[in-house]
């Protein structure tokens, strides 16, 4: 009898342990996707000697041993394509470029950067008065489920006047930001899309409003709804503009993490 009690026992103790491995391999899995610290600017208006020699940059707020700078076509090169580059600044407005560009995903530091051996074209101007993007981050195909979300910190430092600079992002082609500083230095942010019980639909905050320290503030518009289908595949970018040439801006940090549903 002992022995048939405890082959009971036994017996209801792993139909037990299965269902309770059943219970939490369905519990969702938060994902961080991507974080980083390594700032990727939008600089001023400066000059490009030879092998990538940046010089005139407006000052930044210190030396980046290791950055990302967007550059115009034919900035760094006759034919130099348009976009964001691996730098190491010897100093707040000159520094180094390399032939390290940033497509898609995290910015890294390269083992051994790609020196640039090219002659330079002088100086450049700006683009200005048109967003720019500076990263991109890919998001699975259904990734979310029909109730997930993707959560967004990010962090941006500009120079001080009063001219308009921006952070902005898109999610698949959709902006669901738009942040606006000026004289403030320094601004963060908090976001999160969710889905609303479908993967083609979601809602997140006002496109215009804006967190700095821990007050929301609040532009009287209603909550941004989206029509972005996350059973494919999707992009997240983040974006800056500057309006004028002078001025520069940086996002310093992200952090975005993936919330999926059942």
């Known amino acids: 009898m002992r022995i048939f009690y405890s082959a009971v026992v036994a017996a209801m ?12 391999g369905a519990v969702p899995v938060t994902k961080q996707i991507s974080q980083s610290g390594i700032p990727i600017i939008l600089p001023s208006s400066g000059s490009i000697g030879n092998n990538g020699a940046l010089t ?9 041993a ?15 394509t348009a976009g964001v580059y691996f730098v190491q600044m010897g ?8 032939n390290n560009p940033l497509s898609s ?3 890294t530091i390269p083992a051994s950067p790609t020196p640039f051996v090219t002659t330079g074209p002088g100086a450049y101007t ?16 259904g990734a979310l489920g029909n109730s997930g979300n993707i959560y967004l910190e990010a962090s941006a430092n500009v120079n001080n006047n009063s001219d308009s600079k921006f952070l902005l992002g898109t999610f698949g082609g959709t902006t669901f ?12 942010l908090l976001r999160r899309i969710q889905n609303t019980g479908s993967q083609s639909t979601q809602v997140t905050m006002s496109a215009g409003n804006t967190q700095s320290g821990t007050d929301f503030s609040l532009n009287g518009s209603a909550s941004n709804y989206m029509t ?6 999707q992009n997240l970018v983040l974006q800056l503009q500057i309006n004028t040439a002078t001025d520069f801006a940086i996002p310093s940090s992200y952090f975005v993490q993936i919330r999926p549903s059942n």
Do not use: D, E
């Open 13 to 24: 103790l792993a139909l037990a342990g299965n269902a309770m491995a059943q219970n939490v």
């Open 91 to 98: 100093s707040s407005s000159a520094g180094t470029i390399y």
């Open 105 to 107: 995903g995290k910015p």
């Open 56 to 64: 005139g940059l407006t000052a930044l707020p210190q030396t980046f």
């Open 126 to 141: 700006q683009t200005t008065s048109s967003p720019i993007s500076l990263l991109t981050i890919p998001i699975a195909a």
């Open 66 to 80: 290791n950055c990302y700078m967007y550059f115009p076509a034919n900035a760094i090169a006759s034919g130099s």
């Open 177 to 188: 930001f738009q942040y606006q500083l000026t004289s403030q230095i320094w601004g963060g």
């Open 228 to 233: 972005v289908n996350t059973a494919n595949a």
